[in-house]
């Protein structure tokens, strides 16, 4: 495996420092946010990844301020029929085009078997 005899010798530093294993440590960082960003972002959700310390006022404070301005939803479906397809939904605030609202954008109806 390693060409070293313990962890924390010269050589292991080395060997773990080099660009190429720096790069794809990287690259998987940004594979991993992506994910979790398409992730979120499907459900309703948001990411924001704190690149730094000092921005950490700034993350925590998206955070409180999206947990106090949120609102539960209910939505019954006038297509009653349970085929397990995807529907698509659009929330809307009547009056206010400004609003955004955020929220799922789909839901898959119940299957003929429930």
Do not use: C
Not at 44 to 63: C, K, Q
Not at 95 to 100: A, F, K, L, R, S
């Amino acid at each position: 495996m390693f060409p070293i005899e313990g962890i924390n010798t010269p050589k292991y530093i080395e060997y773990i420092m080099t660009d190429e294993v720096l790069k794809a440590d990287a690259e998987d960082a940004i594979k991993v946010q992506t994910a979790l960003a398409s992730v979120a972002t499907s459900t309703g959700g948001w990411t924001m990844f704190l690149e730094r310390p000092e921005d950490a006022d700034h993350v925590y404070s998206n955070i409180f301020s999206d947990i106090n301005q949120r609102y539960i939803l209910a939505y019954y479906p006038t297509n009653k029929e349970h085929d397990g397809k995807r529907r698509r939904i659009k929330i809307t605030v009547r009056d206010h085009p400004d609003y955004v609202v955020v929220g799922r954008r789909w839901y898959y109806a119940p299957a003929a078997d429930q």
